[in-house]
T-cell receptor
C-alpha cells in the first residue's frame, strides 16, 4: 500500500517553455501533497504544501508564479514549471500523506533538464 | 538554521555487521521522527518511525532509538546487507508544522 507515482520520470525541455509534472496517490486518498526539489548531493528542499481544493502554501524563496501547483482531487497534484530556465533543472519529488498521519510517501521523482 | 542534522555524510560497514546511523535535532517541539532510505534518482522510501512517547521502535532488521533529553535518534540495521547501501535521511515533525524537516543524509555503503 501507500504507492505514489509521478509522471513523467524524466523530461527535457527548451528554455522558455512550461513543463507539467503529475503526482498521483494510487491506493489511498491524500489530503495533503508536498513538492520537493533535490540538488545533487543535497537534502530534499520542500517547495510547497498543497491541500486538496485549496491554494498551495509555498516555502520562503519559492516563486509561486513560476511553480504552479494544483491539487484538484484527493489523488492528483500537479506541478507546472512555467517559463523554464536552465537553473530550474533539478530532481523534483512529490509526496503524499494520509489525513492525520505524519508519514509521507514519496513518488519516484522527475528529472527535469532545461536546455 | 539546520534543525535536523546528520553529522556523518558517509558510513562504511561490512556485510553482516551492525550499521548505526545518527541524527540530532534542535527543535524541542518535534514529536515524531522518521527514517527514509533513498537510492539515486529515486524518491525516498519510508523505513521506520518513532513517536516521542517511545524510546525504541523495532521492525525486522531496523530499530530506531530516541533519546529525547539528548535530542538524538539513531537507526540500527542488523545484520547489514549489501542491498542496504543507500542514502538514509532522518526527518522530524511536530509542533505547529505538518512539514517534515529532513537531515542532510548519510550515505551507507555495506561491503560484501
Amino acid at each position: 500500500g501507500a504507492v505514489v507515482s509521478q509522471h513523467p520520470s524524466w523530461v527535457i525541455c527548451k528554455s522558455g517553455t512550461s513543463v507539467k509534472i503529475e503526482c498521483r496517490s494510487l491506493d489511498f486518498q491524500a489530503t495533503t501533497m508536498f513538492w520537493y526539489r533535490q540538488f545533487p548531493k543535497q537534502s530534499l528542499m520542500l517547495m510547497a504544501t498543497s491541500n486538496e481544493g485549496s491554494k498551495a502554501t509555498y516555502e520562503q524563496g519559492v516563486e509561486k508564479d513560476k511553480f504552479l501547483i494544483n491539487h484538484a482531487s484527493l489523488t492528483l497534484s500537479t506541478l507546472t514549471v512555467t517559463s523554464a530556465h536552465p537553473e530550474d533543472s533539478s530532481f523534483y519529488i512529490c509526496s503524499a500523506r494520509l489525513a492525520g498521519a505524519a508519514e509521507q510517501y514519496f513518488g519516484p521523482g522527475t528529472r527535469l533538464t532545461v536546455t | 538554521d539546520q534543525q535536523v542534522k546528520q553529522n556523518s555524510p558517509s558510513l562504511s560497514v561490512q556485510e553482516g555487521r551492525i550499521s548505526i546511523l545518527n541524527c540530532d535535532y534542535t527543535n524541542s517541539m518535534f514529536d515524531y521522527f522518521l527514517w527514509y532510505k533513498k537510492y539515486p534518482a529515486e524518491g525516498p522510501t519510508f523505513l521506520i518511525s518513532i513517536s516521542s512517547i517511545k524510546d525504541k521502535n523495532e521492525d525486522g532488521r531496523f530499530t530506531v532509538f530516541l533519546n529525547k533529553s539528548a535530542k538524538h535518534l539513531s537507526l540500527h540495521i542488523v545484520p547489514s546487507q549489501p542491498g542496504d547501501s543507500a542514502v538514509y535521511f532522518c526527518a522530524a515533525t511536530g509542533g505547529a508544522t505538518n512539514k517534515l524537516i529532513f537531515g542532510t543524509g548519510t550515505l551507507l555503503a555495506v561491503q560484501p
